[in-house]
């Protein structure tokens, strides 16, 4: 099994373009979610993607769009890139729920989208 | 709201030597508690976590936390530090009572070991 795969790797842009992160797992899970990490802020939820068919907004999703493919896929747009929006992107998916509605399970994480927006 | 503070940006051990790297958390009711690991250009692994049950939790490599509720605390501990132990550790929360589905983290703490 790959995990969590992630493409590009790496990608710079100009202020205004647009670019699509695409994320894929193949652990059959029902949650996925997309994170930025920015020196000495942590991870910070752009979007998430509770089950199939639904997607929510997290901590920072201004500036960014969604969607959820399939079980699988996950992707992340942005549709005018900014300055600040250069980051390291990451994707994830978590699988357990607890009869509440609840991720309790660990989240398994994509090695990472490398943005700089020029 | 929820949070999670990691007070020091970097710890210093001596390859041998106990290591603890630090995590309070502040949440409105019971909180699911991670550690995570993160080595350079890589994505995060998960180390261990604390759902329900025993204070002590152990986890990969040799790594345990312990749930402290009354410090509200989840602290990173291993008994003797290796090289390779070198990385950006994350604690990072879940409050099940306002949000399941969206876990904090903190900002890292980064854990230098040398021979």
């Known amino acids: 099994n790959a995990g969590v795969t992630q493409t590009p790797k790496f990608q710079v842009l100009k202020t205004g373009q647009s670019m699509t992160l695409q994320c894929a797992q193949d652990?059959?899970?029902?949650?996925m979610y997309w994170y930025r990490q920015d020196p000495g802020m942590g991870l910070r939820l752009i979007y998430y993607?509770?089950?199939?068919?639904?997607?929510d907004k997290g901590e920072v999703p201004n500036g960014y769009n969604v969607s959820r493919l399939n079980k699988r896929e996950f992707s992340l747009r942005l549709e005018s890139a900014a300055p600040s929006q250069t980051s390291v992107y990451f994707c994830?998916?978590?699988?357990?729920?607890?009869?509440?509605?609840?991720?309790?399970?660990?989240?398994?994480f994509g090695p990472g989208t490398r943005l700089t927006v020029l | 709201a929820q949070s999670v503070a990691q007070p020091e940006d970097q710890v210093n051990v001596a390859e041998g030597n106990p290591l603890t790297v630090k995590c309070t958390y502040s949440v409105s009711g019971n909180p699911y508690l991670f550690w995570y690991v993160q080595y350079p250009n890589r994505g995060l692994q998960f180390l261990l976590k604390?759902?329900?049950?025993?204070?002590l939790v152990k986890g990969s490599y040799g790594f345990e936390a312990e749930f402290n509720k009354s410090q509200t605390s989840f602290h990173l501990k291993k008994p003797s530090a290796l090289v390779s132990d070198s990385a950006l550790y994350f604690c990072a929360v879940r409050d099940p009572a306002t949000g399941g589905f969206k876990t904090i983290f903190g900002a890292g703490t980064r854990l230098f070991v040398k021979a």
């Open positions: 994830a998916s978590s699988g357990l729920t607890s009869g509440r509605g609840i991720s309790t399970d660990t989240q398994y």
């Open positions: 604390y759902i329900t049950g025993d204070n």
């Open positions: 652990m059959n899970h029902n949650s």
């Open positions: 993607s509770a089950s199939e068919g639904t997607t």
